[in-house]
């Protein structure tokens, strides 16, 4: 089944790619116009307008930029990311134009966008839409060329489709239709076959004036760790207070309670010692809720069964103590690291948390597995859908939880369900750890 779902998809690829190449070629059209404005405000830079529009014009040539980079991040193997320097933070006046404009004239994808949007028109040509090209030469052979020859000369001025001399005597012999019928097939079946392969190079193409360039990739980089610090900074201090407050207001007020209650029973001991048994039993009690409320806290900071058994066996007991049925399918050979286990494991329950909330869900389902350097984690649920990243549900926590460790969250949430978050976290196993029995 697989076998053939996979040549069901080649041949759609052969079938669809040629007309896909012809798309790029016709986005050629805007992007040649885009390109003369573009340069068009360059030539103005010497004056003050030239340097009040370059930040639109730029800004208009990488949105067309991105169209491309869309088109072939969907169409082909080829993965093109945004290139751009981070952006100065906007000020307002003539001051923050000039930083504006500063940063985006010594960005060298600013005039990478540029250099496509002059040269891809001509590559494209011979690229992704030569299948379309030669698919659409091969209809018109079919069309005028076997069978419409004397037109073909009276309206095109010559008498030859390729190699074939269509209009002899303006004669319909045999020979000339089959040579012209052959030769246009030909064609038509070139295109089909070539497709895939045009747009592969024209893939890399785009990746290659498109792409980021290593300096604009370092810079990235550093922007996205210096904002995954922030966010671990501040996801810790938030935890930091949590544990503060929880510490507060349940297990240090009953403690003091405690320490009050054992100071009247010293006094009562002599006293009135019915009263004082009363007293001890009390406390007793608290005690022992103390040490539940303490037990509680450290589960939340780092459940025993965690460090003990690993991720896999502590997202079952998760699934237990779950007022949903959960099902959980653990496929580990050994132990991702502690920080990583600890991210997965809080994500996991911030997300059941939030089917219980707000999914109306009944049933759970969570898979973790390894796969090519990832631990790859999915949450699914049978409720009722249309979640999103924003209003609050809690899923941009968990995607800056784990962006801390270069992990992605994707979320497939359909209005009626189900729901489905998936989180890859990119780490290596170690041998499995057994606790002692």
Not at 43 to 59: D, E, H, K, N, Q
Not at 167 to 173: C, I, K, T
């Amino acid at each position: 089944m697989d076998v053939q779902l996979a040549k069901e998809t080649r041949r759609q690829q052969h079938l669809k790619t040629p007309w896909r190449g012809l798309g790029m070629m016709l986005l050629g059209v805007p992007a040649t116009f885009v390109g003369l404005w573009f340069i068009s405000v360059v030539s103005m830079i010497t004056g003050m307008l030239g340097v009040l529009l370059f930040p639109s014009a730029t800004r208009l040539m990488r949105s067309q930029a991105d169209v491309y980079r869309t088109k072939i991040n969907k169409w082909t193997d080829v993965r093109i990311e945004r290139p751009y320097l981070p952006e100065p933070e906007p000020e307002p006046g003539l001051n923050g134009y000039f930083k504006r404009f500063i940063a985006m004239i010594s960005d060298p994808a600013t005039w990478r966008d540029y250099l496509w949007m002059v040269a891809d028109p001509i590559v494209v040509m011979f690229t992704a839409a030569l299948p379309g090209l030669l698919i659409l030469y091969g209809l018109w052979g079919y069309v005028l060329a076997a069978f419409a020859g004397k037109l073909l000369h009276h309206y095109a001025g010559h008498d030859w489709y390729g190699w074939v001399e269509i209009n002899h005597g303006y004669g319909q012999d045999t020979e000339r239709i089959i040579s012209t019928v052959v030769f246009a097939t030909g064609c038509i079946i070139a295109g089909y076959l070539i497709g895939p392969k045009m747009m592969a190079v024209y893939g890399r193409w785009g990746r290659a004036v498109l792409g980021p360039t290593e300096k604009s990739r370092l810079a990235l980089r550093v922007q996205y760790l210096a904002d995954s610090r922030s966010d671990a900074v501040d996801a810790s201090a938030a935890e930091l207070r949590r544990i503060e407050r929880d510490l507060h207001d349940g297990a240090q007020a009953r403690l003091v309670a405690m320490g009050m209650t054992l100071g009247a029973i010293e006094h009562l001991l002599d006293k009135d010692p019915d009263r004082a048994r009363t007293l001890l039993a009390e406390t007793r009690a608290s005690s022992a809720k103390a040490l539940h409320e303490l037990r509680d806290l450290v589960r939340g900071i780092h459940p025993p069964v965690l460090a003990d058994r690993g991720v896999g066996d502590a997202v079952k007991a998760l699934a237990l103590d779950h007022p949903l049925k959960v099902e959980v399918t653990v496929e580990l050979p050994g132990r991702p690291e502690p920080p990583v286990e600890s991210a997965a494991y809080f994500a996991v329950s911030e997300i059941l948390t939030n089917a219980v909330k707000h999914s109306g869900a009944g049933r759970v389902w969570i898979d973790l597995r390894h796969e090519r350097g990832m631990l790859r984690i999915t949450v699914t649920d049978d409720g009722r859908g249309g979640a999103t990243m924003d209003g609050g549900t809690g899923l941009r926590g968990i995607e800056r939880r784990i962006g801390t460790f270069d992990g992605i969250l994707a979320l497939n949430s359909p209005v009626g369900g189900p729901t489905i978050v998936t989180m890859e976290l990119p780490c290596a196993l170690s041998s499995p750890k057994t606790s002692p029995s």
